[in-house]
């Protein structure tokens, strides 16, 4: 395991296309409704959060249109346009909702082409900082297949000026590289966290590229963290278990960029302090303890 001993409390950054932002950036996605479908039920407080989120020094916000859909967008437009000039916003594409909040591919060059104008008209951007696409060959996790034909439909859409930088989401190993030889590869957000830990190959893999990884759900997602383990670490160093699940992501690599997302102001403080826990190498290796027997 790659390890980072080192305090964070200097803001430790890392390189985000030609952006340098925070490691511990913010995710959009819980703004939306339940389920990420639909309006959220405290408007005031999502933008709230936002605002509070920027204003702590977040530079990187993670984003889609197909959250809501169209609500987060609408909601980060509100709180926080016009734009500072150090902030950093990523979206995806490549996915569409039903109408029963369903989850669907939208990977033809017509969609993703109205994919990336809809981020930019709900965004009230000109130009889209970075754009994963993210693979929807199977929605619960990565599945081989080719991603030549959308990664080309997105590298004519940069040529245009429209985006900025493209990354990968819900990807493998063989995407990764396939998409390398279409176009740079500046960001691959996949699931990775205390319990589930598949990606650890391909997370090394790009630290050695030089390219940064951004685990999503990094907390578990839909299903929060459980372990007497992670607990038990929490209690000994008087934090939240939450608060060491990232502490303990930010230490695996310093290519890993966290956005843990949150509908609260009071959990939105709770996540941003744990950029100064640090974690010692026996917190570490008993925290991996729990990758072991996830697996097992």
Known sequence: MVLQQKALQDGA???????????????????????????????????????????????HIDTSDFYGP???????REALHPYGD????????GAVRGPDASWNPAFSAEELTRAVHDNLTH?????????????????????????EAPLTALAELQRQGLIRHIGLSNVTARQVEEGRKITEIVCVQNQYN?????DDALLDALAEKGTAYVPFFPLGGFSPLQSSLLSRVAARLGATPMQVALAWLLQRAP?????????SRAHLRENLAAADLVLS????????????????
């Open 86 to 93: 150090g902030l950093v916003i990523v979206t995806k594409v």
């Open 194 to 198: 205390l319990a589930h830990r598949e």
């Open 281 to 296: 190498a026996e917190d570490v290796a008993e925290l991996d303890g729990i990758g072991a027997t996830s697996e097992g």
């Open 13 to 59: 950054t890392f390189t985000l296309g030609d952006r340098t932002v925070k490691r511990l950036g913010y995710g959009a996605m819980q703004l939306a409704g339940p389920g990420v479908f639909g309006p959220p039920k405290d408007r005031a407080e999502a933008i709230a959060v936002l605002r509070e989120a920027v204003e702590s020094g977040v530079d």
């Open 255 to 263: 290519h890993i960029l966290l956005i843990p997302g949150t509908s």
């Open 123 to 147: 965004l009230g951007l000109d130009v889209l900082d970075v754009v994963n696409l993210r693979a929807m060959f199977d929605v619960h996790g990565p599945a081989e297949g080719s991603l």
């Open 70 to 76: 169209h609500v987060t967008n609408e909601i980060i």
